[in-house]
């Protein structure tokens, strides 16, 4: 049975009411600070949405992938698709709702920007490119638009959200033309890590992604042994020790409610394995964290 995901006006919002806005722009943080950092699965259906991130990470997740963000970057989100995010404390960046009305260039139309409008995409911006730094100038101009509602404030935001749509659809199109052609070994990589990334908190053995990539376990030790230095056991405890830390430090989960999440049925074996792979249980590594991050 497939599970259920809301729709919502904006994050946690589910009027039903018709919006009173073409557009509204928020800090980041300050809406995901209020649902611990992560905004579960979910869907607009009349609204686009842009989101910057100057600062921080975290995980976009489309349907069922995730997509790691490192910053800078901008996210675009089309009407009635299922996403949600998780962001790390020191956020910084804006997310833009715009109701698709409004767009000049509808998600789906048939136009070059129009049909990369009805996909998500998350779009590196490299500080250097001289295109992608004014997407970020422009993209804290709308911030700043938003905030102070001076004369012609319509028309400068509606101008501005044209702009950062058309110059990131360049961006990225760009950047996809100048990635080289995948090898057969990073293809199976880059399978691999989506494969994990869904599947880690169930704890399947190397042989099953052996055979989802269709390859024995033995040519799947060499790929990943290839590609990272390690063995693909190793490569998925590191995936469950990350997220492990990553809910130690960001969430309120006690030690045994983050082991049951990441597939631990034995709190027990949780430290023990936790212990294998940090050299310290996850109570003693949490409180040096908390301190570590606090005298920063």
């Given at each position: 049975?497939?599970?259920?995901?809301?729709?919502?006006?904006?994050?946690?919002?589910?009027?039903g009411?018709?919006p009173?806005?073409?557009?509204?722009?928020?800090?980041?943080?300050?809406?995901?600070?209020?649902?611990?950092?992560?905004?579960?699965?979910?869907?607009?259906?009349?609204?686009?949405?842009?989101?910057?991130?100057?600062?921080?990470?975290g995980?976009?997740?489309?349907?069922e992938?995730n997509?790691?963000?490192?910053?800078?970057?901008?996210?675009?989100?089309?009407?009635?698709?299922?996403?949600?995010?998780?962001?790390?404390?020191?956020i910084?960046?804006?997310v833009?709702?715009?109701?698709?009305?409004h767009?000049?260039?509808?998600?789906?139309?048939?136009?070059?920007l129009?049909?990369?409008?009805?996909?998500?995409?998350?779009?590196?911006?490299?500080?250097?490119?001289a295109?992608a730094a004014?997407?970020m100038?422009?993209l804290?101009?709308?911030?700043?638009?938003?905030e102070?509602?001076?004369?012609?404030?319509?028309?400068?935001?509606?101008?501005?959200?044209g702009l950062?749509l058309?110059?990131?659809?360049?961006?990225?199109?760009?950047a996809?033309?100048?990635?080289?052609?995948?090898n057969?070994?990073?293809?199976?990589?880059?399978?691999l890590?989506?494969?994990?990334?869904?599947?880690?908190?169930?704890?399947?053995?190397?042989?099953?992604?052996?055979?989802?990539?269709?390859?024995?376990?033995?040519?799947?030790?060499?790929?990943?042994r290839?590609?990272?230095?390690?063995?693909?056991h190793e490569?998925?405890?590191?995936?469950?020790?990350?997220?492990?830390?990553?809910?130690?430090?960001?969430?309120?989960?006690?030690?045994?409610?983050?082991?049951?999440?990441?597939?631990?049925?034995?709190?027990?074996?949780?430290?023990?394995?936790?212990?294998?792979?940090?050299?310290?249980?996850?109570?003693?590594?949490?409180?040096?964290?908390?301190?570590?991050?606090?005298?920063?």
């Amino acid at each position: 049975m497939s599970k259920h995901v809301p729709t919502y006006e904006l994050y946690g919002e589910n009027t039903g009411r018709s919006p009173e806005f073409w557009l509204h722009c928020e800090t980041i943080r300050s809406r995901s600070s209020l649902h611990q950092w992560e905004i579960r699965l979910h869907r607009h259906e009349s609204f686009f949405q842009i989101l910057y991130i100057g600062a921080g990470s975290g995980d976009a997740i489309f349907g069922e992938k995730n997509h790691a963000i490192h910053p800078p970057a901008v996210v675009t989100v089309p009407p009635g698709l299922n996403h949600g995010f998780r962001f790390s404390r020191d956020i910084d960046g804006l997310v833009i709702t715009i109701l698709r009305s409004h767009l000049s260039h509808p998600p789906g139309e048939r136009s070059p920007l129009g049909e990369w409008l009805a996909t998500p995409h998350l779009t590196p911006l490299d500080p250097d490119n001289a295109e992608a730094a004014y997407v970020m100038q422009t993209l804290r101009r709308i911030g700043d638009e938003f905030e102070n509602r001076r004369s012609g404030r319509n028309e400068m935001l509606a101008a501005y959200v044209g702009l950062v749509l058309r110059l990131t659809a360049r961006v990225s199109d760009e950047a996809n033309a100048q990635e080289p052609p995948l090898n057969e070994s990073e293809r199976r990589m880059g399978i691999l890590n989506e494969l994990i990334q869904q599947h880690y908190r169930s704890h399947r053995p190397a042989s099953f992604y052996a055979r989802e990539l269709g390859v024995s376990p033995t040519h799947l030790t060499r790929i990943v042994r290839s590609m990272t230095g390690s063995t693909p056991h190793e490569l998925l405890a590191g995936k469950l020790i990350e997220e492990a830390k990553r809910q130690l430090v960001f969430t309120l989960g006690s030690v045994q409610e983050i082991g049951f999440r990441l597939g631990f049925a034995d709190p027990a074996y949780f430290s023990r394995f936790f212990l294998k792979y940090t050299g310290e249980t996850p109570r003693v590594w949490r409180m040096k964290e908390k301190v570590r991050l606090e005298g920063a």
